[in-house]
């Protein structure tokens, strides 16, 4: 019975073991959704992240952070590898409100970085949609992965279209120079 019992083991893990080998690869493990604090936005990994998503919440916007959680975590699959992302609460650093020139009032926010420089601010994430005729009818707009994910490629374009049109204005500076 014993030795039943061996063998038994012994096949289930042999048929358990491709299963986990499958599953435990690059492509199928979910992106870090990083904790940044004020010291990190001046240190040297920030600096070399090519492209940096940083989603900033403090204490008014903390329910509106909580529902932007589960879409922040699908972009950063998404687009994992491209752009790391990241979140920041001011609640928990207060020095950060004032290295970001963030605004209590407009949180939560986005802000998109390249090698450490601030790109774009998407704040506040979330917007009133009034409905009807009374001012206080209406709701909060929902921001999904997809929306967040199209503002970011949007920026990201531009900024590559920028970065290789300077690219190119060097190259004839300095060929002109060069021709003197």
């Not at 990994?45 to 008014?60: C, I, K, N, P, T």
């Not at 005729?133 to 709701?139: F, L, N, V, Y």
Request: proline content about 2%; aromatic content about 6%; hydrophobic content about 40%.
């Amino acid at each position: 019975m014993a030795a039943m019992m061996a063998h038994l083991f012994l096949l289930s893990l042999f048929l358990l073991c491709p299963v986990t080998a499958a599953n435990s690869g690059e492509k199928n493990s979910k992106a870090q959704l990083h904790e940044v604090r004020a010291k990190e936005l001046d240190s040297k990994w920030f600096a070399r992240q090519s492209y940096f998503l940083l989603e900033v919440h403090g204490m008014q916007g903390q329910k509106l952070h909580e529902d932007l959680l589960p879409a922040l975590q699908e972009v950063a699959d998404s687009v994992k590898g491209r752009v790391t992302v990241g979140k920041a609460s001011c609640k928990d650093d207060a020095s950060l409100v004032a290295k970001l020139g963030a605004d209590n009032g407009k949180m939560p926010a986005l802000y998109l970085y390249r090698y450490g420089k601030i790109l774009r601010k998407w704040e506040p994430v979330s917007s009133w949609v009034r409905e009807g005729e009374d001012i206080q009818a209406g709701r909060v707009k929902e921001v999904s992965a997809e929306d967040i994910i199209e503002w970011l490629e949007e920026r990201i374009e531009k900024n590559e279209k920028a970065e290789r049109k300077e690219k190119k204005k060097q190259k004839k500076d300095a060929k002109s120079n060069a021709d003197l």
